[in-house]
């Protein structure tokens, strides 16, 4: 039984789980689509920020901070819509799309030193994969999703295929690890695959002006509140009441942190956001290395875990969130009051910063990462200070340089690594003595949770059969074909949400469909082969 979409959105409260962007997304749509009053919405939100995953602040100071940064591209056809009449963040009156446009036509993709060893640039000309290699590569493009299950990428390839320039660039970009779903795998290749024959210097890749709080999330929120969206933060939901029969299903309570509770009227509606995968972060410093939290700190995972135990269409949690060890990986945030580090890397790569994206140390035991954005990456950065930021994929190795694995390592620890693979450990002393930089290391236990082996169905559909008055939202929903660890992926879930249970007579926008465009198909065929 299909559920009737809502007819009196006017009548109609809505609360909105978590306040990521695919939340954001929603009470957008719920406005300008559905025709809810902006005052008839609410945004409930553990943390005292609003953004999930799209995060950035801090200051010269006590040091700048970017958990991560989510990768964009032209054919994002959900979220460029979402932001084309968004205000942007300095002028109101230019939409964030066209500000994002404009800004990639000044600052193209090019990377001209993606793959390092020995302080020296790997010649990416050549993806460096055998004929069979190649032949798997293509393969998994026809095979269905259902065929391969829950099996890993290191199940599909053999062991050589993770010693090739290919792989290292596709690890390094994606976060994909060996161990990682190969369904998910699939569906990258295919999504992406009008991206393959650039994929070596990060041609198509586009970015934000600033970081993606200032440059998406606070816009969002601005459009939002100047038409009523209450946000109430340091309100955390740790449990819904659900009425289940064998054809309806409808939430009907919601259970708060503090002991209160919200009763769900006859037109109210719950958008749950289940999992995060920058829940139970935590900050290090310069001297102090951050700690590995875990479900216990969570308020999203704990929440899903008992939705999960009440019906079998709410999804499986457990893959996502009980293997912290295989999903984990740690981020750092570098802040220079001084500008010999980025001159050189500008001068060494050859590429002015916010063109040059992903520079990859191959021969790092923590398989090290950086990227310079456009300088200055935060609206309150001042001209003389230079930000990076930076990752490793495997913090449990020892380093090459410093004699302590990634996660026992301080802001100052991980610089001495990185400066030791860059060989500017001289040319860094001065800079270093004079105390002229801070690094910020961030411990993320579940970055990786959407990228673990799982089956059709540990992801609950957007809107579960019978739904009456509720959907799931954000990276742990299932939006079929689309890619994870994007935020496509969660503004499709938004309007997959708010088309299905109210009456808008819109569709959700059709997914860019490269994978069937024989002039990609030939270009990613050479660039394989090449």
């Known amino acids: 039984m299909k559920a009737r979409k ?10 909105l789980i978590g ?22 919405i609410h945004i409930l939100e553990k943390d005292k920020i609003a953004g999930g995953a799209c995060d950035g602040g801090g200051d010269e100071e006590k040091g700048f901070v970017v958990r991560g940064g989510r990768m964009h591209e032209m054919h ?64 998994l493009t026809y095979v269905s999703e259902k065929s391969l299950g829950n099996k890993r990428i290191e199940d599909w390839f053999d062991n050589d295929f993770f010693k090739s320039r290919f792989w290292y660039i596709w690890t390094s970009m994606f976060a994909f690890q060996k161990w990682s779903s190969l369904a998910e795998m699939r569906r990258y290749m295919k999504r992406f695959i009008h991206l393959v024959d650039g994929l070596y210097k990060l041609g198509g890749v586009m970015r934000t002006k600033y970081n993606q709080y200032h440059s998406v999330i606070v816009p969002l929120q601005r459009y939002l509140e100047e038409r009523g969206v209450k946000f109430d933060f340091g309100c955390e939901v740790v449990d819904i009441d659900f009425n289940l029969s064998s ?103 050859g590429n002015v910063d ?5 520079i990859t140390m191959t021969d790092s035991n923590w398989f090290m990462s950086i990227v310079i954005a456009r300088q200055p990456h935060f609206p309150n950065q001042p001209k003389d200070v230079k930000i990076f930021w930076g990752y490793g994929l495997y913090p449990d190795r020892k380093g090459n340089f410093v004699n302590k694995t990634m996660a026992e390592c301080n802001g100052q620890e991980i610089l001495q690594e990185l400066f030791y ?10 800079v270093l003595d004079a105390g002229k930089l801070n690094c910020i290391p961030v411990a993320m236990p579940f ?25 799931f939202l954000g990276q742990f929903a299932e939006a079929p074909k689309d890619c994870v660890f994007t935020v496509e992926y969660s503004v499709r879930t938004a ?23 024989p002039k990609y198909l030939l270009a990613a065929l050479k660039a394989i082969s090449r």
């Open 19 to 40: 306040s990521g962007i695919a939340s954001l997304a929603s009470a957008v749509y719920l406005i300008k689509d559905a025709g809810v009053p902006g005052a008839n």
């Open 495 to 517: 309007q997959m949400a708010v088309y299905n249970l109210f009456d808008t007579g819109k569709e959700v926008h059709p997914m860019y469909d490269s994978a069937h465009n």
């Open 421 to 430: 693979h860059l060989k500017v450990q001289e040319l860094m002393k001065p």
């Open 354 to 358: 916010g063109t040059g994206g992903l």
């Open 76 to 139: 994002y056809e959900c979220y460029w819509d979402l932001l084309s009449f968004i205000p942007s963040y300095d002028d109101p009156s230019v939409s964030v799309r066209d500000e994002s446009y404009e800004f990639n036509k000044r600052f193209v993709s090019n990377g001209q030193a993606r793959l390092l060893k020995d302080g020296k640039k790997i010649d990416v000309s050549s993806y460096g994969l055998t004929f069979a290699q190649q032949s798997d590569f293509l393969k």
């Open 247 to 349: 054809d309806v299903k409808t939430a009907t309570v919601l259970h708060l942190k503090d002991k209160s509770e919200i009763v769900l009227g006859e037109n109210d509606f719950v958008f749950i956001t289940n999992g995060s995968i920058t829940e139970s972060s935590d900050n290090g410093s310069w001297d102090k290395a951050p700690k590995l939290k875990g479900i216990s700190d969570s308020g999203s995972w704990k929440l899903w875990k008992k939705l999960a135990q009440k019906d079998p269409s709410f999804g499986n949690p457990s893959p996502f969130c009980d293997h912290i060890d295989l999903q984990k990986w740690y981020s750092f945030t570098a802040t220079f009051k001084d500008s010999t580090f980025h001159d050189y890397i500008e001068n060494f790569s």
């Open 447 to 471: 970055i990786d949770s959407l990228f673990m082996p799982r089956e059709l169905g540990d992801r609950p559909d957007v809107v579960v059969k019978g739904a009456s008055n509720f959907a």
């Open 6 to 15: 809502n007819q009196n959105p006017k009548e109609s409260t809505i609360y």
